[in-house]
């Protein structure tokens, strides 16, 4: 709780520290950026410390730390100058936005902080390697950070979120364990910030106090949409083990064939439900009107629910809320399947992974801001370059900068998004000021080069050490997505887009350029298909075997195979479609014939009272449709080359940023329907509609934190640390860690395990300490290849198992050693010989079969 309450106060200062700053930064915005003031203010200052400690002008330390706080606060003292009354202004007649925006934050910030302590292991999954990131940034006495899992080089990965996660636990005072779940927390409650400020942006400026009470408690719809509605997974989890569209055999009391379970082919779910939910219980799915009294309490019947989902769904090959992030299936043409990830981020929330797609979510939000700041002409200004012009101030340029190159240092898939929607915000407001004409493409090359030459130089010294698995563009020929999964997939936010798309069109009769759009949209999908192929006979020539080799696994011709995919891509057309069905209308409208957009919805004002002509929030929506469908689009066409080998990284990281967009934009249809759609069949029809679809979405973050989180009943109480688990299951291991976590910085040798084994590299991933390897297909991943590993994994492993003194010294000088660890994953995976240990070496720490040696330092 202490920590907690820490973090809090921390973050909520932080906010309140830099609103002058985004005051400054955001004069389009209805909110001024309040609700984005914390997220700005960690990525300046983790920006601040990181560059400052990489440069060597402060130490990773306390005072490293503090003063890149202080320039932070000058910084935003000097954006104050001047406007004190204006924001004090701001501030009084915006109280319900700031006290909405406060309570919000605490409440989310909250919430999943209790999730967290319900269920706070990290073991298992990716969580031990985020552990090990945190503990060796706070290790590391300079920058760029060590790396924990591969001796003498540092971290080659995007870590900028662990930089401020290890950067808020120093501050804190707490260990690296415990700041993961409450970094976790802390993305949860500015992600729901962040969507309630751009809804709120969005949304129509009020003119009276009752449509500005309505627009503050309307922009909730935003956090809602993007962190908890999920996709249809969990509705089709309680249908199939109702034995929904089952047969049954009579006789034998079972369920046998389905031919529609058979033709949605989910992972598992096509196979025969071997439970069956009690009446009673599939009753009490309509909890909505069930009394307090018939149910014994609200808090029985979650309870009643979340055992049921534990009994029935624990012996599951995978658990029941694993599979919603696992809607889509390949198959080869041998019809081998492939798994694909389409993760959504209340699954990463109850997964409880600290990845950089999750960290990144309320700094991709700030770059939305950003965008729709540029789109609604907030940073006019001029800069010249070279003989050419920018139509923005520095202000602006500098701050989309450092939030474009944030964004790559966070989580390098989403400089893809961030950069292209910021440049395209910048290119349609200069069309809605000067109309669209071929000085548009030079406002494009002009903005965009500089832009991106300056991200890159801000973050120079991550680049340096970075390495890439990415290797190109390769074609997708035969993994279309099937239209059902789509829908499974993005139903929740599909609905109300088509709902708001048809209004739009058909009630508000904004202006469109239907030609433009239908150009654009068959267009661009016919452009990806023939530019796979196009790739695909490039790469027969490039590299011949591989293409031979692969058509000869599939038992295909050239022509063969051609034929059989296109015919698959026919066969699936129906996902094309309906992202055809958005991509065409949205693009129609964005792209209007006039300047001006026909529309109740009006401008909030900028800082000097006037907006862009033709500009409106709403028009942003368009875009951001587009862009979402795009992303969805893509994958179907093309990947990015990396160690997976097919489509799976593409899809997941391209479908987690398009769900950021299309939820807001959902979260916006939802209201603009409610408050336009007044009377009659279309308005009773669409909150049902809505209702029934909202719920559906709720089903999986409700039941799946009942089953996470054995319905809040942990079997040892609740806690925020990690740690605390260690100390309960092995005493002697975590009283070793806290010992290795006061001595010298070394190298330290332990048992070397396959990734995701979360008993091997687990002394240094919760010490911080360099060992020699820690998951090897994990550092493959980071650099590239297996190069820089060399023979470390064989190398350990001799060292603990071999006779001879003289060879385990070798080892010992060859990576520096100074800690070896032995305890019990080292007894019982390697043949331990530590009697040339015993006499060559002092042994620091004893305790039962725990032992650390140390080799004496010249």
């Known amino acids: 709780m202490t920590a907690f309450i820490t973090w809090y106060l921390i973050l909520t200062l932080l906010g309140w520290l830099t609103f002058p700053l985004v005051h400054f930064l955001f004069p389009a915005l209805a909110d001024k950026g309040y609700t984005l003031s914390r997220a700005a203010g960690l990525l300046v200052w983790g920006y601040i410390f990181w560059l400052l400690a990489s440069l060597g002008v402060a130490q990773n330390d306390m005072g490293g730390v503090l003063l890149a706080l202080a320039l932070l606060i000058g910084i935003s003292a ?15 007649e915006n109280t319900s936005l700031a006290v909405t925006t406060e309570i919000i934050f605490f409440v989310a910030f909250a919430f999943l902080a209790f999730v967290r302590s319900a269920n706070p292991e990290l073991n298992g999954t990716e969580r031990p390697m985020e552990l090990a990131f945190i503990n060796g940034i706070l290790r590391s006495p300079v920058f760029p950070p060590q790396d924990p899992w591969l001796s003498g080089y ?8 662990y930089v401020m996660t290890a950067m808020l636990a120093r501050v804190s005072g707490i260990p690296g364990s415990m700041a993961h779940n409450l970094m976790t927390s802390l993305i949860f409650a500015l992600g729901a910030i962040g969507a309630y400020g751009i809804l709120y942006n969005l949304l129509p400026h009020p003119v009276s106090s009752a449509a500005r009470k309505a627009k503050v408690e309307n922009s909730l719809l935003a956090p809602l949409f993007l962190l908890l509605v999920s996709n249809f997974g ?26 529609f379970w058979t033709w949605l082919d989910m992972k598992e779910l096509s196979l025969p439900p071997s439970h069956v939910l009690p009446g009673g219980l599939w009753q009490r799915l309509g909890f909505w009107w069930m009394t ?34 696992r809607v889509l299936q390949d198959y080869d043409m041998l019809k081998q399947p492939l798994e694909v990830i389409d993760e959504f981020p209340f699954f990463s929330f109850l997964l409880g992974d600290l990845h950089p797609h999750v960290l990144a979510i309320p700094f991709n939000l700030l770059a939305i801001a950003v965008a729709l700041n540029l789109f609604l002409g907030g940073w006019r200004g001029t800069i010249k370059l070279f003989g050419a012009r920018l139509h923005i101030n520095y202000a602006g340029f500098l701050f989309s900068a450092l939030v474009i190159g944030g964004l790559a240092f966070l989580n390098t898939w989403d400089i893809l998004v961030g950069a292209t929607l910021i440049v395209a915000a910048y290119v349609i407001w200069r069309a809605s000021e000067d109309g669209w004409r071929w000085e548009r493409l030079e406002d494009l090359l002009v903005f965009a080069l500089p832009l991106g030459i300056l991200s890159i130089l801000l973050y120079l010294p991550f680049y340096l050490g970075f390495s890439s698995q990415a290797g190109g563009i390769l074609p997708n020929l035969m993994y279309p997505t099937r239209g059902m999964h789509l829908w499974v997939m993005w139903g929740t936010l599909l609905i109300p887009i088509f709902a708001y798309l048809m209004y739009a069109w058909r009630a508000e009769k904004i202006p469109s350029n239907w030609k433009l759009g239908l150009s654009l949209g068959l267009g661009f999908a016919l452009l990806l298909w023939v530019s796979s192929w196009l790739i695909a006979w490039i790469g027969s020539y490039t590299e011949k075997d591989f293409v031979v080799n692969f058509l000869a696994s599939q038992k295909l011709t050239a022509s063969q195979f051609f034929t059989a995919t296109s015919l698959r891509r026919l066969s699936y057309i129906g996902s094309l479609i309906t992202l055809l069905a958005v991509l065409i209308p949205a693009s129609s409208l964005l792209f209007a014939r006039d300047r001006g957009i026909e529309n109740p919805v009006s401008p909030a004002p900028a800082s000097d009272g006037e907006s862009s002509p033709g500009q409106t929030p709403t028009r942003f929506i368009f875009l951001i449709l587009t862009l979402g469908t795009l992303l969805v689009l893509i994958p179907d066409f093309v990947y990015l080359r990396d160690n997976f080998g097919y489509r799976i990284n593409t899809v997941f990281k391209f479908y987690y940023q398009a769900w950021m967009l299309w939820s807001l934009a959902a979260a916006f249809a939802t209201v603009h329907l409610l408050q336009n759609l007044r009377r009659g069949a279309f308005h009773t029809g669409f909150r049902i509609l809505i209702s029934l679809v909202i719920f559906s979405g709720l089903l999986y973050p409700a039941l799946g934190l009942l089953t996470k989180t054995n319905n809040f009943n942990p079997s ?62 994990h ?3 980071w650099r590239g290849g297996y190069g820089p590993q060399g023979t470390r994994r064989d190398d350990i492993k001799k060292l603990y198992s071999t006779l001879r003194w003289e060879e385990a ?20 995976t390697l043949p331990v010989n530590e009697q040339k240990f015993q006499t060559h070496l002092k042994p620091i720490f004893q305790k039962n079969d725990v032992v650390i040696y140390e080799v004496p330092q010249q």
């Open 779 to 781: 550092e493959d991943q």
């Open 78 to 92: 000097w954006a104050a100058a001047g406007r004190q009354k204006s924001i004090l202004d701001f501030l009084k």
């Open 234 to 259: 969990a509705l089709l989890e309680v249908l199939h083990h109702r034995g929904f569209l089952w047969a049954r055999n009579a006789d034998a009391g079972q369920y046998t064939t389905s031919r």
């Open 716 to 777: 040892f109480g609740f806690t925020l640390d990690d740690f605390d688990r260690i100390k309960r299951d092995n005493p002697d291991e975590a009283a070793a860690i806290e010992f290795l976590r006061t001595v010298p910085d070394g190298v330290i040798a332990e048992a070397v395990g396959d990734s995701y084994q979360s008993e091997y590299a687990r002394i240094s991933a919760y010490t911080g300490l360099q060992t020699v390897l820690g998951w090897p297909g």
């Open 154 to 161: 540092a971290i080659s990965y995007y870590y900028f979120g």
């Open 809 to 828: 010294q070798l080892i010992i000088k060859q990576y520096n050693i100074r800690y070896i660890y032995i305890g019990p994953t080292e007894r019982s």
């Open 292 to 325: 307090e009294k018939q149910t014994g309490g609200s808090l029985w019947y979650l309870g009643a629910i979340g055992q049921w989902f534990n009994e029935q769904f624990m012996s599951d090959r995978y658990l029941w809320w694993w599979r919603s992030s």
